[in-house]
């Protein structure tokens, strides 16, 4: 009898400490070839090794993981990948698949390795996941970025050397290195390979390839076999849990500074006090995501992306790695709020002025690249269908008639704080759009940045997730209101210090 | 004994999940009017119903509630209420309670349903707390704000939208559903009913109150039966749980933007330190609190709010909901930090200059609505006798020492920066209180509010939480310095910009 | 049976609950000194027993301590102390021991007790911690702050008090009560005894110091018996908890203003969400601590602190209480980010320019002070080293390469705000080390301070831990701009300002 009950705890204790439970298939046999892999890289690299033995991917073999009830199955093909089928899937499962089409394939140790695990070899099991992402924008955030000369002339304003000339500060170089561990890091770099080249190792010498734009964990990675983005991003190595995805510190990487506060936001709202207060005794391994039984209050991927289901076994939401399908409107202002994009691949847009912007510099929509009323309508209605789970239905009216008004208000006030940045150029104390300069690189222009980027932003992510101060004087309203207030003193400021100057006052120093 | 021990099992599992363990006087039986509306909104608002079903209401009735001893009662009735004694307190106990007193009665399904769950609906079974909260200046947030002209007008220089005329910018209209998701978000807005209107749902075609104001969920919300208050803002629907209450994530929804940093600052205090570090595993749900048993360091609620008692059954500190009569000073500045005001209702306070505020402008408190040195001397013991529990008396008296002091400091430099305003009015560059001009909505102006409502009240949280850099370089002293400096220098640019305008060299450009 | 198994599931609760396990040595006597303590401060500050009880202090006698195998080994004495040998470390074993060379020492009760318990006392058992922390540059932290002048005037201009004249505003006084809750805080107080006084107490009336400098829990604390350092600033008092030094919430209460925001970009760095989605399953205790076993991804302790071993029991870290020897650079500039200093005491570093910093105003390191490359190589080394248990060496070096280029960069922008502030002085536009004057108390100065102390610290630190916004809006790099942008404007309004005051066209108004 002691013994039968040392097992049960044992059972019991190992369910506590396993919060994503491994289905009862038999745990999955590990392939010789990831065996191989282990014998070694337990020693090298133990970190990562038993951080994948928690993982489902070490425990479940694909054929395996198909067996599961529709709803509860975490991949989506139709038959297993027949190679891989029926192991765990191990080192040499997802780092040499398909070796030929990746350019960071290297020869270690016999086997034909790559460096960067991308979508499409995740997509031997995942098939579904990876499509969606292809039409979720952050896929394309590597390009959206750079490939757009009005962003990347905004990047340049952040990340470029200066040189002062006794009285003005102008921008000269930026590098590569600079950019990578800046704007980059998030929205993904470009992994390249340069080469292979031996190094000592304590397994002796040995050959590996040069990447440059590595490290990376970008959402919009461009990677050596051509695809883009980066599951890790989100599903971290090398456990790659959906529990880790779903809590919001994983979303906070890149979306809690002033331009995006979208954790901050989330952590004074109500729903994120009640996941600050109570979320460790929510489940956040089951699949599917139970409304009330796993959880109280929604976290990012509860909104934007898991399968949420409710206790009589009706889908709420759907499982969406595109992400968006549930947003009517794009809050991040570029530099106004505006409908959604059709297309992940943001650089096709032109407004009318010409600018491969989603709105004109009055705030009137580049309608044709954007999703039309309709389609807000079908978003918004997908969105209320899990606010609905916990809350009546005027409540959530209510709620999403003040997020409606403040896209409103909020790009009104980034028109005015336009209005100034305008007269700014035409009185020729900035030099802008008319110049061909750069629209972001002065003083007065970056305030102006700030009151879209920072200010109206802000106001817009704590409209929509109910974030207090952040819609009043934590970068929000109190923000907007007093920045126009500064930019029009600015103005004058610059005004009174040009005609000095103009007058021959000023001498170069230094 | 196989059996044996899977019940055993179970009831250790339940008592881990269940930390606010339900006192084995039962479960509670649930009233025949709660499973009528348990029959449909186990499926419509499934979150409600799973949140409810955790909750002490869900599991112990007004009448075994009564049964526990002194210390351990969370209801504070003499005899309980009739009608809900016996049962547990479900949907109907509360939605369903004195119905011809709430404007947002309307019927449903054969029972007369109000929306909005008051005070004075809770004061069934907790009478002395809803009185409590009465006296509590919460309460009053609402009129507090919005019957104060002078508050009302720094709440405009945030929420107004503004229009630019070539040289100036300047306040124009604002409107209701912005004050709402602003200002009014946490001060609680005005709930009120604008008839009834029909709608299909998934059980038919009904009939349902339109609400403006709605949602709400702020500390001093007006509700349609005219009381004051949401006790919802703490102790969130609808498990109205104490454990959620006594967690700081709770007070960070309105404490923790750059005028009332409190959360931020219990972060980063020692205090805090060690609830981020261990308080996963404190014991939250306790009635009464033992210090040293079921927590380690204070959150908010412990030094504001809850009843605390040591080891030895001693009362520390009494339950509060009054909340402030731990409290000798209002370290919210305005624009002075000063002593609590006697009334809850604020907008009594006349000071010498027929301002409502509770000071002058010189910082001179008004005294005759503030509470005086004995008082104050009183609530300071109050506060120190939870100190004492596990610091000596000469930390103690030197941590108020410094308090002290750092009112008075943080006092003298709003002096200052008022001194700078007073320049700015009487100089003609910005139209302050001569100009009957709201003091508030011009970028000099601005900077001085963010002396006293951002830098000085920074400073004193951290003091009085020892919070470290907010009161150094975070919001602290080194902004309350380099403001002065700023407001000064900003002084003379505007100027030497009015010179150059009036000497007509300014044109309207737009 | 069912007793036993009661027995079983009491040590399995307890084990759960006491994570960091006492040996099965058996617990620890209490000495009869300590037991008369407790006599009266079990009801006087049960917080602190209560809190003492479940420390490793409480449990294991100095002589078992010893008995462990030499990793898993918390006290680093080769024998033990005579006197306090055999029994638990409580009260009387710390507070009265060698009490003549605590100048707080007081009678109390028949014992020599000391208020402030020192380094000196700790080392006791821990003579290898303490030694190392004297070389650890926290230790010297009081007087590197307030005997270097040029760091003590930056102090003043974060802490004096100002005067308006009517066009200027000039710091006039600090009192000392405001040091010590502004920078000293953190930095340590000097703590000093003056005098004895009698009070009444629950005991009857009784005599105690009277200590200036206290309530003190900072790192370079000055005790009375002249030792310098609070092992308590980690080891938060009464627990003394390594399991609390090891999580990063304790460093957050000093390294998390804008100054040195190392907790908020470690928060969002891939580490940070780790740590937040699943550190809660973490094993802090562990003594050795074990990658992958014990933790899935390093905090502030693993990298700077920690004895840190793989699964196979090889040594990847040692403990180290200097806490820099894994550090190459001092990111923290001063004005420039420079190889770490070689001694703890900095007042002794001298630049070519007379200066006591660590490197010139053009950013030259004052080498002689400095670690050489090579002692950076070697240092960057022991970091990597920790790094490789879970990333490949490409990986690592692509890291640290970004770092030093983040290094070059930041300072180089650091040096473009100083060729503004030294134009600024040399227009006589701003008083600086030219007159003899602080080099921080004017406005333009303060922004010189904000580019270097906030934003190119906070680029860098993004930097090194992979910080993301932290590096970019987040106080990162596009302030570092911008900040260069507004440099150059203020001095434009400055010199038109001046020439407007200079024909007498101002007048002092007040």
Redesign the interface.
């Known amino acids: ?2 013994k ?3 097992v ?2 044992g059972m ?2 190992a369910a506590m ?1 396993l ?1 994503e439970p491994l289905a009862a298939y038999g745990a999955a046999k590990i392939s010789d070839d990831t065996q191989a892999c282990l014998g070694c890289h ?2 090298v ?7 994948w033995k928690k993982s489902q991917h070490a425990n479940v073999s694909p054929e395996d993981a198909l067996k599961r009830p529709l709803l509860e199955k975490r991949v989506s093909f139709k038959t297993p990948p027949k190679a891989i089928q029926a192991t765990a899937v191990g080192c040499a499962e997802c780092h040499t698949l398909n070796p030929k089409a990746h350019k960071d394939t290297f020869d270690h140790n016999g086997f034909k390795v790559h ?1 960067v695990v991308s979508p499409k070899d995740c997509a031997a099991c995942h098939p579904q996941e990876v499509d969606e992402y292809g039409q979720n924008i952050m896929s394309e955030a590597h390009g959206n970025l750079v490939k757009n000369p009005v962003y990347k002339s905004l990047m340049d ?8 000339d ?4 102008r ?1 000269t170089t930026v ?1 590569k ?2 950019e ?4 980059i ?2 929205h993904g770099t470009k992994v390249e390979v340069n080469g292979i080249k031996s ?1 000592e ?1 304590s397994m002796g010498e040995m050959e ?4 440059s734009g ?2 990376s ?1 970008g959402v919009g990675r461009i990677n050596p076999d051509g695809t883009k983005g980066a599951c890790s991003a989100c599903h ?1 190595r090398h ?1 790659f ?1 959906i ?2 995805a779903r ?1 919001p ?2 979303c ?3 979306h ?5 506060p979208a954790y901050k936001v989330y ?4 729903h ?7 979320g ?2 929510w489940n956040f391994g089951a699949v599917p995501w139970t ?3 796993d959880f ?1 209050a929604p976290t990012c991927a509860t909104c934007h992306a898991s399968l949420v289901v ?3 076994g009706d889908v709420v939401a759907k499982r969406s790695h595109k992400m968006n399908d549930r947003s009517a409107w794009r809050l991040f202002g570029l530099p106004y709020a505006h409908p959604h994009p059709k297309s992940a691949d943001t650089t096709i847009i032109k407004n009318k002025a010409g600018l491969p912007l989603p709105t004109e510099l009055t705030g009137e929509p580049a309608a044709g690249y954007l999703i039309d009323k309709k389609e807000q309508t079908k978003r918004r209605a997908s969105m209320r269908e899990i606010c ?8 959530v009216d ?2 999403f ?2 997020l409606e ?2 896209v409103e ?1 909020t790009n ?2 980034t028109r ?1 704080s336009t ?2 940045i ?2 700014a150029w ?2 020729g104390l900035a030099k802008g759009l008319d110049k061909k300069d750069s629209t972001f ?4 222009e ?1 305030m102006w940045v700030e009151q879209w ?2 200010y109206a932003n802000s106001t817009r992510f ?2 929509a997730m ?1 974030g ?7 970068d ?3 923000y907007m ?2 920045n ?14 040009h ?3 103009k007058n021959g ?2 001498k170069k ?2």
């Open positions: 009898m002691k039968r009950c040392t049960v705890f019991l204790a400490l919060s337990e020693t690299t133990p970190g990562i090794v038993a951080d460096v304003a952040a990340n470029c050397m200066q040189k002062f006794g009285v003005r500060a921008l590098d290195l600079t990578e561990d800046s704007c890091y998030c190094r190792t590996f390839p040069v990447l590595w490290p964990g971290t456990a849990s529990e880790t809590k510190a994983t906070s990487e890149c809690k500074g002033p331009d995006v952590q004074v709202s109500k994120g006090n009640l996941y600050g207060s109570e460790d005794k409304v009330g039984k109280t409710n206790e009589a609905l789970q916990c809350h009546a239905t005027s409540w209510g709620h008639a003040r008004n403040t208000t009104q006030m005015v209005d100034i305008l007269a035409k009185k690189n002065e003083a007065i970056r980027l920072f704590a409209s109910g207090a101060d952040y819609g009043v004087f934590a929000g309203r109190w209101s007093k126009i207030q500064q930019m029009a003193d600015w103005l004058r400021f610059l005004e009174a210090a005609k000095g100057e006052n000023v120093v230094k």
